[in-house]
């Protein structure tokens, strides 16, 4: 199994435009958790998803961010607009049971 | 909510000593992870603990839970640059899955 597929790896753009992350979890996986990553603030759980439907977005910083998951092997995260305080290494996660969870290599976004 | 304090946040160690890695939690531990970060990757799980005073050795890495304390140590021997990076706990704050991080404890190994 190639593990969690995380695309673009890189990201840079501009305050005002939308940004659009993907994540292909790992096949079998029932869950999946979208994360973002900074120095000040650590690791965060933005939202995740049971069997495709979204159990938990209280991390969702605000309504600028929607997650979505349309099938077992693929969901979004959608920054719209983007603002440079978004700019942070976002992960996603796929996990087969309670607390054992695979990470993908993140995406590093920089919003200028 | 619960919260995971980690300490010390940062380490350097030379090759071959040995070192000790703390996760205290703000409430009761109903289980407790260790995952390793290497930089500009993503977190690789090392071990569960789900019992109290439960103990699990991976190569020459040991983590033990104290439930009482709410706490887990990480303790490395004879370290080696290879086990250079950030140590992360985790611990599920509730029964679906999802886990709380500690900020980390970045471990720095000099040859």
């Known amino acids: 199994d190639a593990g969690v597929i995380q695309s673009p790896r890189h990201e840079v753009t501009e305050m005002g435009q939308e940004v659009t992350l993907r994540c292909k979890p790992i096949?079998?996986?029932?869950?999946l958790f979208w994360y973002r990553q900074t120095m000040m603030r650590g690791l965060e759980l933005l939202i995740y998803f049971n069997n495709n439907v979204p159990i938990d977005d209280s991390g969702m910083p605000e309504d600028r961010f929607s997650a979505k998951m349309p099938n077992a092997s693929f969901s979004t995260l959608k920054i719209q607009p983007s603002e440079p305080r978004d700019s942070a290494v976002y992960f996603c996660?796929?996990?087969?049971?309670?607390?054992?969870?695979?990470f993908g290599p993140g995406t590093r976004l920089t919003v200028l | 909510s619960q919260e995971l304090e980690q300490s010390p946040q940062s380490l350097i160690v030379q090759e071959g000593k040995n070192l000790t890695i703390n996760c205290t939690s703000s409430?009761?531990?109903?289980?407790l992870y260790w995952y390793k970060q290497k930089y500009g990757e993503g977190l690789i799980f090392l071990m569960m603990?789900?019992?109290?005073?439960e103990e699990k050795s991976h190569e020459k890495i040991t983590a033990k839970l104290d439930e009482k304390k709410q706490q887990s140590s990480l303790h490395i021997t004879a370290s080696q640059p290879s086990h250079a990076g950030i140590y992360l706990c985790?611990?599920?704050?509730?029964?679906?899955?999802?886990?709380?991080f500690g900020k980390g404890t970045k471990l720095s190994v000099k040859p």
């Open positions: 409430k009761t531990l109903y289980g």
């Open positions: 603990l789900q019992k109290g005073g």
């Open positions: 985790g611990a599920a704050p509730g029964s679906q899955g999802n886990l709380i």
């Open positions: 996660a796929s996990s087969p049971r309670p607390g054992l969870q695979f």
């Open positions: 096949s079998g996986h029932n869950s």
